[in-house]
C-alpha cells in the first residue's frame, strides 16, 4: 500500500535552473518546492517556494521501522493554487487529498489524511489536524485551526484565528468564530447562491460524513 521512497535521494527538490518549472500537465513548481513521488498531482496546479508536499506524517503508529518513514499517498487535483511554506503530509490510513479550484496560502498545515474538497480557502497560517474534511467552498480565516477528524460544512467562513473543537459543529453555511468556535451567524452571500434543495443536499451530505467519520 505504501510507496516507500529511499528517503533522501528520490525526495529532491525541482533542480531546474530556472525559478520554477511547468511539466507537461502545466503544473508550476517553484524549484525549492519538495514533491513526493507518492504525490498525485493533476494539471494547472501552483505550487510555490518552499512547499513540502508527501512527507510523511508524524503519526508513531505509521512511522515504520529502523527511522525509515513510511509515505503514504497523496492526490492533488486540478487548478489549486498552494503558495509559499505549505505543508501537505501523507496519507496513512487513507490517502490525503486535495480537490480542485482550492488557494492554500502561505504557511497552511494540511494533516495527513485530510480531505479538502473543491473551491476551499484556507488562508495564511491555518492548521488542519488528521484526517479532517473541509467540504466544498469552505472559507477558513486567518490563523484558524481544527481538531483532528473535524468536519466543517460546505460554504461555511470559519473566523480568523477560531479553533474548532471536537465539540464544534460547523454546520454548512454558518459563520463560525472564537475559541472554541461558535455560531455567529448563517453566511448569507453564500446562501443566496444556492436552492433550497441544493441546500439541503449539502447538509445531509454533511450529516452523512459526519455518521462516516466518528
Ligand atoms: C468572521 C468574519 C467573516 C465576520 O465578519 P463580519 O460579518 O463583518 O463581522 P463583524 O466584523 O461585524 O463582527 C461581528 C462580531 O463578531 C466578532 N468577530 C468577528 N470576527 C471575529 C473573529 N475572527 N474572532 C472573534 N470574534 C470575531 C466581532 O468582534 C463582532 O463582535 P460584537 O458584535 O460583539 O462587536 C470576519 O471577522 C473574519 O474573521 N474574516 C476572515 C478574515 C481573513 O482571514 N481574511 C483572510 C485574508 S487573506
Request: glycine share 10%; charged share 15%; with cysteine.
Amino acid at each position: 500500500m505504501y510507496c516507500e521512497p529511499s528517503f533522501n535521494v528520490r525526495f529532491k527538490a525541482n533542480t531546474k535552473s530556472n525559478s520554477a518549472s511547468g511539466d507537461k500537465n502545466g503544473n508550476y513548481i517553484h524549484k525549492t518546492a519538495l514533491i513526493g513521488p507518492n504525490v498525485i498531482l493533476g494539471r494547472n496546479n501552483y505550487i510555490g517556494p518552499y512547499s513540502i508536499i508527501g512527507f510523511p506524517a508524524e503519526h508513531k503508529t505509521f512511522w515504520g521501522e529502523n527511522m525509515r518513514p513510511k509515505f503514504g499517498k497523496v492526490i492533488i487535483g486540478d487548478n489549486n493554487i498552494i503558495t509559499s511554506h505549505v505543508t501537505i503530509d501523507a496519507g496513512t490510513e487513507n490517502i490525503t487529498l486535495v480537490g480542485n479550484d482550492c488557494w492554500i496560502l502561505k504557511g497552511a498545515y494540511v494533516g495527513h489524511d485530510c480531505n479538502i474538497e473543491d473551491n476551499v480557502t484556507l488562508s495564511a497560517h491555518v492548521l488542519l489536524g488528521g484526517h479532517s474534511i473541509v467540504m466544498e467552498g469552505v472559507n477558513m480565516g486567518l490563523g484558524s485551526m481544527c481538531h483532528q477528524r473535524s468536519i466543517i460544512g460546505s460554504y461555511s467562513m470559519v473566523g480568523m484565528g477560531s479553533v474548532i473543537t471536537k465539540k464544534s459543529t460547523i454546520l454548512p453555511f454558518d459563520t463560525v468564530i472564537g475559541k472554541p468556535a461558535r455560531f455567529l451567524k448563517r453566511n448569507i452571500q453564500k446562501l443566496s447562491l444556492f436552492t433550497d434543495c441544493q441546500q439541503l443536499a449539502e447538509h445531509n451530505r454533511f450529516l452523512q460524513l459526519v455518521s462516516q467519520n466518528h
